[in-house]
């Protein structure tokens, strides 16, 4: 009974506010209990097996040396009884080359898309063919704020009127400058 009584203060220090049972279980076990109970069950269940076996009759006996000639004898029924039969081999309905050409066709037309793709295959002409005017106009108005500022320069206004200034030659003779990749 302190026991419980511990066991319950404790628990309530660390839960204060969840309702705790107050009251003794209304069961209890006698003393020592539970210590002899597997061999007391184990003890029962092996009587009750040799009870059951000495109240119960013989159905069934084997005659004198029926295991030992056992595998002989079910070899010979089997090797008897064993019958052959060869199944139909089926046919193809298409022939095996014609599935090696189909996969071969589709690895290489995978592997040209593939290489079609790749960037290293592309020119800087090719590349600057697919960028509008107005891409290009925006990136030379940012590099030019970037590499020389002016001090004249008050807006954005007037970076755009000195690229508007600019001849086709101009940003020609630019774009066919090295420049180097790492600022893409």
Wanted: proline share 9%.
């Amino acid at each position: 009974m302190v026991r419980q009584k511990a066991i319950l203060e404790e628990l309530r220090g660390l839960e204060p506010d969840f309702p705790w049972p107050v009251a003794p279980p209304p069961f209890s076990l006698p003393e020592g209990y539970l210590e002899g109970l597997s061999a007391r069950v184990l003890s029962q269940v092996r009587d009750e097996e040799l009870l059951d076996r000495a109240t119960r009759p013989e159905i069934f006996r084997t005659p004198e040396g029926y295991f030992a000639s056992l595998p002989e004898t079910v070899l010979e029924q089997v090797r008897k009884e064993t019958r052959v039969i060869q199944l139909p081999r089926p046919r193809a309905r298409i022939p095996s080359w014609v599935a090696a050409a189909v996969i071969a066709v589709f690895v290489s037309v995978s592997g040209l898309l593939w290489l079609a793709d790749y960037p290293g295959t592309h020119t800087l002409d090719s590349q600057l063919a697919g960028i509008s005017d107005s891409t290009i106009q925006l990136y030379l108005t940012n590099q030019l704020d970037l590499e020389a500022p002016s001090e004249d320069v008050e807006s954005p206004d007037v970076s755009l009127h000195v690229i508007q200034k600019l001849t086709n030659q101009e940003i020609e003779q630019y774009l066919n400058e090295d420049i180097p990749y790492s600022i893409y």
